[in-house]
């Protein structure tokens, strides 16, 4: 059973940071790729950032030159550095792995992140 578990969430002052972990298990097929989405009540699940096994990285526009996506292939882990965090970066983060083989997408549960004036 594939569980995806993020750490690393909880409440800053704009400006600051914070580092988003995530730790899959029972990963037992190829990835494609890994990453963080975020949701804000009332709105759609978005991306933030993603990164390929061939380590192509993808960021949301909202997010490039504050956050930084990292990942360790043999560890099944993905981490993200969010610096210079604004208000409007507030949402519950999720973890997201896509599997190679059907592009099956699966989620963690989620951790909030709160930048508050």
């Known amino acids: 059973q594939v569980q995806l578990v993020e750490s690393g969430g909880g409440s800053v002052q704009p400006g600051g940071s914070l580092r988003l972990s995530c730790a899959a298990s029972?990963?037992?097929?190829?990835?494609?790729?890994m990453g963080w989405y975020r949701q804000v009540p009332g709105k759609q699940r978005e991306l933030v950032a993603t990164?390929?096994?061939?380590?192509?990285?993808n960021y949301a526009d909202s997010v490039k030159g504050r956050f930084t996506i990292s990942r360790d292939n043999a560890k099944n882990t993905v981490d993200l550095q969010m610096n210079s965090l604004k208000p409007e970066d507030t949402a519950v983060y999720y973890c997201?792995?896509?599997?190679?083989?059907?592009?099956?997408?699966?989620w963690g549960q989620g951790t909030q992140v709160t930048v508050y004036s």
């Open positions: 997201n792995v896509v599997r190679s083989s059907n592009l099956r997408s699966y």
């Open positions: 990164i390929t096994t061939g380590g192509r990285i």
């Open positions: 029972g990963i037992i097929f190829s990835i494609s790729a």
